[in-house]
């Protein structure tokens, strides 16, 4: 079992930067791949970035490709998503996410365990 936790959203200003971070407890987080995801008001919740087991292989959203970092430190049982040049539409609710395999997902339905989400805003 994994319990995330998400922190560090807020509001920022168009050209910003956020850093996001997502605590996990459990003993399963250092074995699992994480992701973020996010969620617009209407719209249904979309892949942002996801990272393998060790954080050697990520992968993006074209549409955050080049801004948006995804991290871990499975020392510190916590994920990061370092969020650059950001726009508004970037605005969402950004979920970060465990499964129980090792490898890189991108569907929701690959996810196993959920934070409750961290609202970021990005002014123009």
């Known amino acids: 079992q994994v319990q995330l936790v998400e922190s560090g959203g807020g509001l920022v200003q168009a050209g910003g930067s956020l850093r996001l971070s997502c605590a996990a407890s459990?003993?399963?987080?250092?074995?699992?791949?994480m992701g973020w995801f996010r969620q617009a008001p209407g719209k249904e919740r979309e892949f942002v970035a996801a990272?393998?087991?060790?954080?050697?292989?990520?992968y993006y959203a074209d549409s955050v490709k080049g801004r948006f970092t995804i991290s871990r430190d499975n020392a510190k049982n916590t994920g990061y998503l370092q969020m650059n040049s950001l726009k508004p539409e970037d605005t969402a609710v950004y979920y970060c996410?465990?499964?129980?395999?090792?490898?890189?997902?991108?569907?929701?339905?690959?996810?196993?365990?959920w934070g409750q989400g961290t609202q970021v805003t990005v002014s123009s």
């Open positions: 990272i393998n087991w060790l954080g050697y292989n990520t």
């Open positions: 996410a465990a499964n129980r395999f090792r490898t890189i997902a991108t569907r929701v339905d690959e996810y196993d365990y």
């Open positions: 459990g003993r399963t987080f250092s074995s699992a791949a």
